[in-house]
Each structure stands twice: as C-alpha cells, then as structure tokens.
C-alpha cells in the first residue's frame, strides 16, 4: 500500500512540474546535491583545521578574503587584457602581478594558501575562492554565503591597474570596477568586507590597525565611524591613501573616506549604518557576483559552505565610539539623515591592533 502511494506522488509531481531533488552522497560521508562538490570536502576539512585554526575571524581569514577580491578584479568587460578575472592568475603569475604596488601584501596570501593548493586536486582560481567563502563563515554577521566551482586557471597575467588603490578619486574607483561589471552599489556592497580588515601594507610604518572598532565583528562599525571626522595624513609617500580616524589604533583609507562623502556613493554608503541586513544581504550578493567575474559553465556548490555564525544580538546596535557623538558626523546624503546613535560610555575610544 505504502509503495502504491509513493508511487501517486511521483506521478503527481510529474504532472505538475515539481522537480525530484537528486542528490549524491560523497565518499566522505556527506550529502550534495551535485556529484563534483564532493571534491570540495577534503579541502574544507583541510583548510578548517589548518589554514582556520579555531573558529575565529582571524588574520588569515582576512587574508584570504583580500587576495579573492585582488584576483577577481583582474577582468574588463572592454579590454581582452585583463584576462578572466577570478581565474588564478595573481598566484599562477605571481612573478609579475604580486610585483604591483596594488598587490602589496599579497605575498602573505600566496605563501599561506600555496602548500594546501598543492595538496589537493582543484584549480588555483577555484582554490582562493573557495579559501575566501570559507574565511567569511569565521566572522559573526556573515549571511551564508554562496560559492560556484569549476573555475578555469589563468593562461597568462593581468596587467597593472586593474585593481582600485586608496588614493584614487572615486570617479576613478567607480569607473574601474564598473569596467568589471561591477555598479557602484556593488561597489559599495562589497567594501563592508572592510568590517573585518585591517591594513597591514597601506602604510610600511603601521601594521594590524583595523579600519573600524570591531575587526572581529561583520557589523555596520565601519560605515558609522568613517562617516566621522578625520584628518588626512601628512602628505608623505609612505602614508599615500590614509586618513586620520578619530579613533585611537584605527586607520581609514582615503577612498573610503571619499566614497562615504560622494554624491554618487554617499546614500548608499549610508543605507548600511544600523542596517545588518541590508549590509550583510548586500555584500552577500555582490560578493558572490564578484566571485564568477570572467568565469562560465560554473556549479551551484553553496551546499558544502559551512554555516557562519550569528552576530551576538547585544552587539547588533551600531554606536558611536566612546568621546563621539551625531555632532562629529559629516553628514554627506542628502535625501536622508544619519541615524541616531547611542554613544559606547568611556572617556576616548581607542582599538587595540590587529
């Protein structure tokens, strides 16, 4: 009788249309809905243990979530050049694209993630995506993020310039990454990675200073307290692209300060302050947008992704750092005001390094 009704039931769903989910089961035990995500898992147990030692948002988390960006930029819609974006290419072609100012720092990458490229059997420009999709699941806030396989490696270099440096205008940032296919709203998305950064290579004489006060934290931090004042660097070479934060240990890059203050960016900027969802929802998007960049015929492999941990409710609230308050904002949208705030009590706010 039971086999009779099961049997209905598939009728019926061929009749209308419902889609049977097949599904295969790895030989390490789990469960995907394609057969070649299978090869993924020896990687991610790999990488967890070794690469992510503990479960927290650490250097090398940051790390790898910095050479997928600086990989997949490598693409122009216009210029056949610019190669096929997240294709490898920046550690395949180390010798000349980690020779690029832009690039600085990116050897620290290179030198992590070699010695588990060569352990395992999936291309280069697969591998430092897939490094990056798992580092975001170290990191409280984090929506689960998605992640496409099959990449193909890079045949030749990227050429210098294709990746966005501090101290260029905004027009300048906007029509680079739009010449990748990337809008300013994705633009804009994707800089939320900077809740969770530091910069160890902006300026030789610095190291480990985070760009807001909860590195650990994929909070809206980062877009509150660049909207603060701050006062540009004295104009040397070696702190091209920097801004003063209000914030004792903490650095601001100069495009970000100038995205925050655009016309063009300035609201969208903005939208994230106090909004978790909508900033997590919208780099969750552009950066699985940024991740195929140049790539085709690629699988849906989202189901071998662990799932990131929550952000502790307490700490959803945007603030002002201690010492600051709406009165230090500069306020740069328009159409909308910046959101009222509570200010962290203490005396000056000050973030320990990195």
Known sequence: MLSTKFIILAGLASVYGVAVQKTTKCATGQTVKN??????????????????????????AHTALRVAFHDAIGFSLTKKSFGNGADGSIFLFGETEL???????????????????????????????????????????????????????????????????????????????????????????LLASHSIAGADDVDPTLSGLPFDSTPSLFDTQFF????????????????????????????????????????????LWQANVNNQQHMASSFQAAFAKMQVLGQKNLVDC???????????A???????PAGLTHADVEQACKTTKFPNLPTAPGAAASVPQM
């Open 224 to 267: 509150v307290e660049t909207q603060l004042k701050g006062t540009l660097f004295p104009g040397t070479s070696g702190n091209q692209g920097e801004v003063m934060s209000p914030i004792a240990g903490e650095l601001r890059l100069e495009s970000d300060a100038n995205l925050a203050r655009s016309s063009l960016t300035a609201c």
């Open 35 to 60: 057969a070649a995500c299978c090869a993924l898992f020896p990687v991610l147990e790999d990488i967890q243990t070794n690469m992510f030692a503990g479960d927290t948002c650490s250097d090398a």
């Open 99 to 189: 020779g690029f100012d832009a690039n600085l720092g990116i050897a620290d990458a290179f030198n992590l993630e070699v010695p588990f490229i060569n352990k395992h059997n999936i291309s280069v420009a697969d591998f430092i995506q897939f490094a990056a999709t798992v580092s975001l699941t170290k990191c409280p806030g984090i929506l689960q993020p998605p992640f496409m396989f099959g990449r193909k490696d890079a045949t030749f270099a990227s050429p210098d310039g294709t990746v966005p440096e501090p101290f260029q205008s905004v027009e300048t940032i906007l029509a680079r990454m739009l010449d990748a296919g990337l809008t300013p709203a994705d633009t804009v998305a």
């Open 302 to 312: 989202s189901d071998v992704i662990p799932a990131p941990p929550p952000l502790p």
């Open 314 to 320: 307490a700490q959803a609230q945007a603030f002002f």
